[in-house]
C-alpha cells in the first residue's frame, strides 16, 4: 500500500529498519520461541 507512494518511500524503508532493529533487540534478550511470537505482531 505504502509503495505506491513514492515521497513515503524513505519513511517507510525507517519503518522496516526499526522492525528489524526491534526484531534484534529481542533475538539478543529473549529466547527464540518468543522472538517468534513476537514477529507476527510486528509485522
Do not use: C, G
Not at 15 to 35: D, G, H, V
Amino acid at each position: 500500500m505504502l509503495r505506491r507512494y513514492p515521497s513515503k518511500q524513505m519513511t517507510f524503508d525507517n519503518f522496516e529498519a526499526q522492525l528489524l532493529n526491534k526484531a534484534i533487540a529481542l533475538l539478543s534478550s529473549r529466547p527464540s520461541k518468543s522472538l517468534n511470537d513476537q514477529i507476527p505482531k510486528m509485522v
